[in-house]
Nanobody
Framework: QVQLVESGGGLVQAGGSLRLSCVAS????????VRWYRQAPGRQREMVAS???????NYGDSVKGRFTISRDNAKNTVYLQMNSLKSEDTAVYYC????????WGQGTQVTVSS
């Protein structure tokens, strides 16, 4: 049974930082890319960042230069370091992996107050 569990969300002032974590189980973590998505109320889910099996990273235009994705294969964990947060970063953040099926975590709320 595959599980993705996100944590680290919360309330932060604009300009602040948060680090999200996603711990995976039941999946061959090191052999799969991992993606962070977010969804704000009334908006479509958008991809924030992705990291390949060798650590290559890609970012959405709105977060480039502010967010950093990383992974620790020994801990089956992917991180999203979010700096210089803006009110428009407010959303539920989801971890995603694909191995035959699409797997999602339950999400973690990030709220940035202006």
């Amino acid at each position: 049974q595959v599980q993705l569990v996100e944590s680290g969300g919360g309330l932060v002032q604009a300009g602040g930082s948060l680090r999200l974590s996603c711990v995976a189980s039941g999946i061959t973590f090191s052999a799969n890319a991992v993606r962070w998505y977010r969804q704000a109320p009334g908006r479509q889910r958008e991809m924030v960042a992705s990291i390949g099996i060798r650590g290559s990273a890609n970012y959405g235009d709105s977060v480039k230069g502010r967010f950093t994705i990383s992974r620790d294969n020994a801990k089956n964990t992917v991180y999203l370091q979010m700096n210089s947060l803006k009110s428009e970063d407010t959303a539920v953040y989801y971890c995603n992996m694909f191995e035959r099926y699409d797997y999602w975590g339950q999400g973690t709320q990030v709220t940035v107050s202006s």
